[in-house]
């Protein structure tokens, strides 16, 4: 509607108020997007590419607590601050971990699943330990 807006402006195919009627833009808003067609050939401002909040945490951050979450699924979130703070000089809250996990793909389920997965392995570990005390391991 813009850009029709404008281009029946320039070629002259209908007058300025006939356009602004049809359209219900406000002369100065007309202008404005005038002016942004031939600075730019556009008619829509671009997006700028930092909208909302800046993050607290990096993405290295964020691998890193990724990364302790795999080694250690059943730690909490205050615990994986106190973490943060000491190997990464990173002061957050622990509410600011959870959604990030989140959108590192983390989830209660997946904690689940790598928890037992860990329990599995730590249990095939002990497995031979345990077979040597006892004689009664059966294959």
Known sequence: VKLAAVRLYEQGILRLREILECVGFS???FFLIRKLY????IVVKPRSA?????RKLNPEDVQYLVEL???HPDWFLN???GLLLR??????HYTTIHPELHRAGISLKKLRKI????????????CPQQCSLSNSCRP
């Open 115 to 126: 928890a037992k997965e860990r329990n599995e392995d730590l249990r095939a570990d002990s």
């Open 79 to 81: 615990e994986l601050a």
């Open 87 to 92: 190997n990464r000089f990173v002061a957050v």
């Open 27 to 29: 002369r100065r808003t």
């Open 38 to 41: 031939e600075r730019t050939g």
């Open 69 to 71: 979450v795999h080694h």
């Open 50 to 54: 930092f909208t909302g909040r800046p």
